[in-house]
């Protein structure tokens, strides 16, 4: 803990300074609650009765979570294929550039027209802006090799699919952790756009509802709620990396 504490020691000053900015400015300038409310204010609304946040915290996990092991088992499993195949890659990319430049939002509710409400709808829909940067990554990963690690495959007459499992996913696996890192917090982006586009819970659901009757203090506390998710799939990328590839990781 004291080790934690100490490495991220510089994170945890600037979000306290921040905090007590904020708290400093809601008072000296008397700002309304309904404009902007202090930090005091929100962590009440956080432990308030008034929204049953269990309910909305589980659906909005179970998106996000969704998301992004959809995105990273699609996206690792083509950029495998674009690697394995230049006939796969050259069929591939341009289909798959095209699908990451379309607008999600535009995207949602056709989802949602095809698949109606509920999780499903929004788990597609951060998978879809996750997806991208781990098929890069991976394929990426699966060529950038070290020409004398394949010569050595060459010289034991190795086929090809163990020289993937041996050399090239191996050497693949910092470009993919890297990867996951953005799908964490682009997972998060996704759920909570479906959930502003059309839902009857979940976090994003709750800021919609809240807006209406003005009640600030309660969609701020549902954001804090969605950093605190998307922090913890962060972190635990972050955990696996240290311990799948800890070679490769030098600063997180």
Same mark, same amino acid.
């Given at each position: 803990?004291? *080790?934690?504490?100490? *490495?991220? /020691?510089?994170? +945890?000053?600037?979000?306290?300074? %921040?905090?007590?900015?904020?708290? #400093?400015?809601?008072?000296?300038?008397?700002? *309304?609650?309904?404009? #902007?409310?202090?930090?005091?204010? &929100?962590?009440?609304?956080?432990?308030?009765?008034?929204?049953?946040? /269990?309910?909305?915290?589980?659906?909005?996990?179970?998106?996000?979570?969704?998301?992004?092991?959809?995105?990273? &088992?699609?996206? &690792?499993?083509?950029? $495998?294929?674009?690697?394995?195949?230049?006939?796969?890659?050259?069929?591939? @990319?341009?289909?798959?550039?095209?699908?990451?430049?379309?607008?999600?939002?535009?995207?949602?509710?056709?989802? #949602?027209?095809?698949?109606?409400?509920? =999780?499903?709808?929004?788990?597609? +829909?951060?998978?879809?802006?996750?997806?991208?940067?781990?098929?890069?990554?991976?394929? =990426?990963?699966?060529?950038?090799?070290?020409?004398?690690?394949?010569? %050595?495959?060459?010289?034991?007459?190795?086929?090809?699919? *163990? @020289?993937?499992?041996?050399?090239?996913?191996?050497?693949?696996?910092?470009?993919?952790?890297?990867?996951?890192?953005?799908?964490?917090?682009?997972?998060?982006?996704? !759920? $909570?756009?479906?959930?502003?586009? /059309?839902?009857?819970?979940?976090?994003?659901?709750? +800021?919609?509802?809240?807006?209406?009757?003005?009640?600030?203090?309660?969609?701020?506390?549902?954001?804090?709620? $969605?950093?605190? $998710?998307?922090?913890?799939?962060?972190? !635990?990328?972050?955990?696996?990396?240290?311990?799948?590839?800890?070679? /490769?990781?030098?600063?997180?």
């Amino acid at each position: 803990m004291v *080790r934690w504490l100490t *490495r991220n /020691a510089a994170a +945890i000053v600037l979000f306290v300074a %921040l905090l007590g900015a904020w708290q #400093l400015a809601v008072s000296a300038f008397e700002m *309304r609650e309904y404009i #902007l409310p202090s930090p005091l204010v &929100v962590l009440r609304a956080l432990g308030g009765s008034e929204i049953p946040w /269990a309910g909305h915290l589980w659906i909005t996990t179970l998106e996000i979570v969704g998301a992004f092991v959809l995105a990273g &088992v699609v996206g &690792v499993a083509l950029g $495998i294929a674009i690697a394995w195949s230049p006939v796969l890659a050259k069929a591939l @990319v341009p289909f798959l550039v095209f699908v990451n430049t379309l607008p999600k939002v535009a995207v949602a509710p056709l989802f #949602l027209l095809w698949l109606g409400y509920g =999780v499903v709808p929004n788990m597609l +829909i951060g998978a879809l802006i996750g997806f991208f940067p781990v098929v890069i990554n991976t394929a =990426v990963g699966l060529t950038q090799v070290d020409e004398e690690m394949l010569d %050595l495959g060459r010289v034991f007459n190795a086929p090809k699919w *163990r @020289v993937f499992a041996k050399i090239r996913i191996p050497n693949a696996y910092p470009y993919i952790l890297s990867a996951l890192k953005v799908t964490a917090t682009a997972a998060v982006v996704g !759920a $909570i756009v479906g959930e502003f586009v /059309a839902s009857q819970k979940g976090l994003g659901y709750v +800021i919609i509802t809240t807006q209406g009757s003005m009640n600030t203090p309660v969609a701020f506390a549902a954001l804090v709620w $969605i950093s605190v $998710i998307g922090l913890a799939v962060y972190g !635990a990328v972050v955990l696996a990396a240290r311990w799948i590839a800890p070679w /490769a990781e030098t600063s997180d």
